[in-house]
């Protein structure tokens, strides 16, 4: 049980930020395993316990594996919004102010940054925290901790469908904003070739970071009123991906 629900907390979002000590994530941990053993043990009345190393070590990484997979499958939903704001700095050109973001341990643009910081509040706002606790308990009754489940090709094909639909997702949230941003950059080539003597990257640059802060803060209600249909289409994602793994 320790096993998939430590391997939940590394990787979901929120309780697998790197800015919570590791300490609170075993804590937390050990906490949750507690709190969801009675539904854990009545699943596993009618298995046998392995208690040979071979059989307990594949059952540690078989449970390991459904937690890692229930965290893929949450941060989806994270990423979507996270793509959205990189499509948004390279149309605005905030490429080149890359930082190391923490949060995804890799570089990120401004915006790219503000949306995931963005779509984290969204996502406690939404009670996405509780929806995953809630998901780690109904996990133990489809798929107690002492049997080793093996991903079928179904799981595989579903994973890929939930990796495409986020990618969607994304390009759906930052599209009215490209749009724009699209638009304005047609603008300014016109503009190049009537005014051929004008510095247009002296001109367009400023102009094109105005407009793209305005538009980041005009598309923040859609971006909220679109992710909380995604978090709320997440506890059906984590039942079908769970019965995938069952079956």
């Known amino acids: 049980m320790l096993s998939r629900v430590s391997?939940?907390?590394?990787?979901?979002?929120?309780?697998?930020?790197?800015?919570?000590?590791?300490?609170?994530?075993?804590?937390?941990?050990?906490?949750?395993?507690?709190?969801?053993?009675?539904?854990?043990?009545?699943?596993?009345?009618?298995?046998s316990v392995p208690t040979e190393f071979y059989p307990l070590a594949l059952a540690l990484i078989g449970n390991a594996m459904i937690g890692l997979a229930m965290g893929f499958v949450v941060g989806l939903t994270l990423m979507a919004v996270q793509m959205a704001g990189t499509i948004l700095d390279l149309q605005v050109g905030f490429?080149?102010?890359?930082?190391?973001?923490?949060?995804?341990?890799d570089l990120a643009?401004?915006?790219?940054?503000?949306?995931?910081?963005?779509?984290?509040?969204?996502?406690?706002?939404?009670?996405?925290?509780?929806?995953?606790?809630?998901?780690?308990?109904?996990s133990f009754a489809l798929l107690p901790a002492s049997a080793l489940q093996i991903p079928s090709g179904s799981s595989l094909e579903f994973v890929t469908q939930l990796t495409s639909d986020a990618l969607l997702n994304g390009i759906t949230i930052a599209a009215p904003a490209a749009a724009v941003m699209l638009v304005?950059?047609?603008?300014?080539?016109?503009?190049?070739?009537?005014?051929?003597?004008?510095?247009i990257f002296f001109v367009g640059t400023p102009a094109k970071i105005i407009i793209g802060l305005v538009l980041m803060v005009a598309v923040l209600p859609m971006t909220a009123f679109l992710f909380?249909?995604?978090?709320?289409?997440?506890?059906?994602?984590?039942?079908?991906?769970?019965?995938?793994l069952e079956h």
């Not at 790219?112 to 308990?137: E, K, P, R």
């Not at 304005?184 to 510095?199: E, G």
């Not at 249909?229 to 769970?242: G, K, R």
Request: hydrophobic share 55%; no cysteine; glycine share 4%.
């Open 95 to 105: 490429t080149v102010a890359q930082t190391f973001n923490p949060e995804i341990a």
């Open 7 to 47: 391997a939940l907390i590394a990787i979901a979002p929120v309780f697998g930020a790197s800015q919570v000590p590791a300490q609170v994530k075993v804590l937390l941990s050990i906490v949750l395993s507690l709190v969801v053993w009675p539904l854990a043990f009545s699943a596993m009345k009618s298995q």
């Open 109 to 138: 643009a401004p915006l790219t940054q503000l949306q995931y910081l963005y779509a984290v509040l969204l996502f406690l706002l939404a009670n996405g925290h509780y929806m995953l606790i809630s998901a780690l308990g109904q």
């Open 184 to 199: 304005v950059d047609l603008s300014f080539a016109y503009l190049s070739r009537a005014v051929p003597h004008m510095n």
């Open 228 to 244: 909380g249909h995604i978090v709320a289409h997440s506890p059906y994602d984590l039942s079908s991906a769970l019965g995938a």
